[in-house]
């Protein structure tokens, strides 16, 4: 840490690792998601790093996601599937990023964009299957069909994937087999329409490694990618990359019957030292977990107590020996003892996922192994396996 109150140092061998691994548990394709700046751990350097491990495709949500790969010199595919009437078709289209739509007046906005620019906009297709949140449904999938065989005709656009999101892979093998059924459908209604897609995906982390009749062409994998096993009670050899370090900024010896805090929700039942960290809510501690949270200080884990406030918490160091700026690991692998992102999200009552993309902007990331991923990685034939391995370690 250099004059920094605390650091994320992002894993990139990690990332790396974890999508080597997803890619042997599957004969299809990897898309790494890096939507929501790659899970909070960067998501260039990640990009970089997947690309590297595997992966042949880059996911996002957002136009703006998809052009800062592009910005950053990154020329693997990307897909971004969250657009608005408002997006700017023509500039993704200019940038050669695929887009999702899912419903017909997208289309008409994509088709509109590609005449103004003059160039084939690369549509996917996405039909809900069964998640019930993005994707035409099965009553609204000829039209959408009907209007994208229609400006494939035209040479507007080209259909190039149908897809759709699974809502139950990390839960019920009912649910996948279920909406794994209905997108079989939908494709076999779409090339009867006359559409010929070069991609079909469906999978997630959780059924990159469990349920290979979802994977057909192409995995779209998040959070394994960033080293969280996706199924719970289940363990596929991946390792968490990103590390949140900080340090003892003040510390203080208390009397028993102290209140901590807003609110003195704790207070004190025995003499103890209390050990002040630099980070709060808005940094992506979770506010309520005060009584559950522990961190790793002085090789121990410790409890956070009292109200975690929105830039430092308290943690009860007991009789250990605390000084400013010992050092301090809120979160990691887990190799020392210090908690991992699952923990947390236990503690929480959340997902991984939001404990990781909850940590703040005020938190630099750090990328460990940078320089073995900065060059673009190209993507055809064996180029990124041929590329990862001269930077294994
Ligand atoms: C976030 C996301 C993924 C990745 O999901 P994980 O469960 O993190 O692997 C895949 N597809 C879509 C549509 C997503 O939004």
Redesign the pocket.
């Known amino acids: 840490m250099t004059g920094e109150l605390a650091e994320a140092v992002v894993d990139l061998a990690a990332i790396a690792g974890n999508v080597e691994r997803i890619a042997g548990a599957t004969t299809a394709a990897v898309m790494a998601?890096v939507?929501a700046d790659g899970?909070g751990h960067g998501a260039v350097p990640v990009a970089r790093a997947a690309l590297a491990g595997g992966a042949t495709w880059l996911?996002v949500?957002s136009a703006a996601e998809a052009l800062e790969l592009r910005a950053a010199g990154l020329t693997a595919p990307v897909l971004s599937?969250l657009h608005g009437p408002r997006t700017d078709f023509a500039a993704l289209a200019a940038a050669e990023v695929d887009v999702s739509v899912a419903a017909p007046e997208l289309l008409d906005a994509v088709a509109a964009a590609a005449r103004a620019t003059g160039r084939t906009a690369q549509v996917h297709l996405k039909i809900d299957t069964g998640m019930s949140r993005?994707g035409a449904t099965a009553e609204g999938w000829p039209e959408l069909v009907a209007w994208a065989r229609k400006y494939e005709r035209e040479g507007v656009l080209a259909v190039r994937g149908l897809w759709s999101?699974l809502a139950t892979?990390?839960s019920s093998p009912y649910g996948v087999t279920a909406q794994t059924a209905a997108f079989a459908e939908a494709v076999a209604y779409a090339r009867d329409a006359g559409l010929d897609p070069e991609l079909l995906h469906l999978a997630?982390?959780?059924a990159?490694f469990t349920a290979p009749h979802t994977h057909f062409d192409l995995v779209?994998?998040?959070?394994?990618?960033y080293g969280v096993e996706?199924v719970p009670d289940r363990a596929f050899g991946l390792r968490p990359a990103l590390t949140l370090r900080t340090q003892v900024i003040m510390a203080k010896r208390v009397p028993a019957g102290t209140g901590v805090s807003y609110r003195h929700t704790h207070v004190t039942d025995r003499p103890t030292t209390l050990a002040l960290i630099p980070l709060g809510f808005a940094d992506g501690i979770p506010r309520g977990v005060d009584g559950r949270a522990q961190v790793l200080l002085g090789g121990r884990r410790l409890p956070i107590i009292g109200r975690v406030a929105m830039d430092q918490c308290v943690v009860d160091a007991g009789d250990l020996d605390v000084r400013i700026g010992d050092p301090v690991t809120v979160l990691g692998p887990g190799d020392s003892g210090e908690p991992t992102a699952a923990d947390w999200a236990a503690w929480a009552g959340t997902n991984p996922?939001e404990i990781l993309t909850g940590i703040g902007t005020r938190v630099p990331r750090h990328h460990d192994g940078k320089g073995a991923f900065t060059a673009d990685v190209r993507v055809e034939g064996a180029l990124p396996f041929l590329h990862h391995g001269r930077k294994r370690r």
């Open positions: 998601v939507k899970f996911g949500t599937w993005h999101h892979a990390d997630n982390s959780a990159a779209r994998a998040g959070i394994a990618v996706p996922h």
